[in-house]
């Protein structure tokens, strides 16, 4: 049941423990697990995919829903919606870190993705506000995904590889969020926006919002399919170190050593993960990039689709799509051939640290391009969302290498499962906060100072000014490994 590792290293393996496995797998393959990473973004993909999908439609299925009294009040509304989710999801995820640090890896994910394929499948039939927003929260309390997946990607990989991981996961979990509104943009209305496919007295004409949702729901049922051939990297070998001394000493030897050998000392207690600074620190940082990431998709969003009279730029939500399906294509191309060089010039704090400080120019330019049109306005608008993506996305990366390397393996799960729920938290906070922001900027068009959409992108802009200054001491703790 015991094996020792090759020459060379000190570790043992045991059979019929899946950590093990993988850690023999790992000795005796030097080059990247390309199998595991595309289970894992798959994984990914599918997970991130509804929960951004509903924005290029979410002002009109408030519309439809009838809960706003006045066209600027579903901004308020719209926002509530778009919190639920990250409600859910903050409510549960250190529980599911902690399911997984158990139980492992493979299941929570398998779980998650499940739990896509029936929520999502019924916000699409919502009829009524309280089951769009029951059905969210739903689909985000079950969703504990995030804290195993980013687990896992490390685990699968060398040390030198570890990067790599957290960037598959990254770019997975990016362009899920990006093309989630494509898919929404694109497929929301049906009968609207294709009449001579789809006919306003079919399913898809009483439930306009079904078809993007069965969508997603439809490909996340395929990667709970391939969930089947993931393997699990969680080490189970406190029984089988037991078997494995009983078998090799033997019953009676067993008995004499009991008396001449001294007992095994205990286990160390696992340190506090609250009192660990450079997982909290930077916990905290990555909960502020999180808000603004998400109050900037939503606020997009809502700013894109309202009429040039409340200060937007007037587009259906297939234009929305449209841009936001450019800019996941470029942070695919960024991922492929050059965040490992990102990376490995400038490091994941300082990679953070100048992506923060690129993205204040970007936020700033948006509302100065409601004065522009036609191919004056797409080429800036779509430049800009490139770039914001891809930005965004570094910052991710650094901030989810820093909190993996700051605890063991047996606490990844767990660490992961706090920074999801705090994130979910921030995250939640923002869309409710960015709804009524933005509905009360539209009602004040003609104010002197910061008019209309002008204050809610300074807001965006202070918010992301506070991320980076987190990320310079006395506020950040960095992991030994990355301490120069």
Known sequence: MEEAAPAGTNKVYYDGCPGCAMDRRKESRAGVPYKELLFVAAATFASALPITSLFPFLYFMIRDLRVAEREEDIGFYAGFLGAAYMIGRGVAS??????????????VIAFSVLSVVVFNTLFGLSAKYWMAIATRFLLGALNGFLAPAKAYSIEVCRPEQQALGISVVSTAWGMGVIIGPAIGGYLAQPAKQYPHLFHEKSV????????????????????????????ETLHKH????????????????????????????PEPPKSS???????????????????????????????????????????????????????????????????RWVNKILGPVNSTRVS????????????????????????????????????AITRVTGTSLLQNNAVPQEQRGAANGIAT????????????????????????????????????????????????????????????????
């Open 204 to 231: 898809f004409g009483r439930f306009p919002y079904l078809l993007p949702c069965l969508c997603i729901s439809f490909f996340a049922a395929l990667v709970v399919i391939s969930c089947a051939w993931l393997p």
């Open 421 to 484: 729920t705090a994130m979910s938290l921030s995250k939640a906070f923002a869309p409710a906060v960015a709804g009524i922001l933005f509905s009360w900027a539209q009602k004040r068009q003609h104010a002197a100072f910061f008019p209309g959409d002008q204050m809610v992108f300074l807001l965006l802009n202070l918010t992301e000014v506070i991320g980076l200054v987190l990320t310079f001491k006395p506020f950040l703790a960095v992991p030994q490994q990355y301490k120069q």
């Open 238 to 265: 406190r029984g089988l170190e037991r078997a494995a001394a009983e078998v090799a000493e033997g019953t009676t030897a067993a008995a004499a050593a009991q008396e001449s050998t001294p007992e095994p000392e």
């Open 273 to 339: 993960l609250l009192r660990n600074r450079p997982l909290m620190s930077s916990i905290v940082t990555y909960c502020v990039f999180s808000l603004h990431d998400t109050a900037y998709v939503e606020i997009f969003s809502l700013w894109t689709v309202s009429g040039r009279d409340h200060g937007g730029l007037s587009f259906a939500s297939k234009d929305v799509g449209q841009v936001l399906t450019v800019a996941g294509a470029s942070l695919l191309v960024y991922q492929i051939f050059a965040y």
């Open 356 to 391: 923060s400080a690129l993205s204040i120019p970007i936020i700033a330019a948006y509302p100065f391009m409601t004065r522009l049109s036609g191919i004056r306005l797409g080429v800036p608008l779509y430049v800009a969302a490139m770039l914001k993506s891809v930005l």
């Open 94 to 107: 250190v529980f599911w870190g902690v399911v997984a640090d158990r139980v492992g890896r493979k299941p």
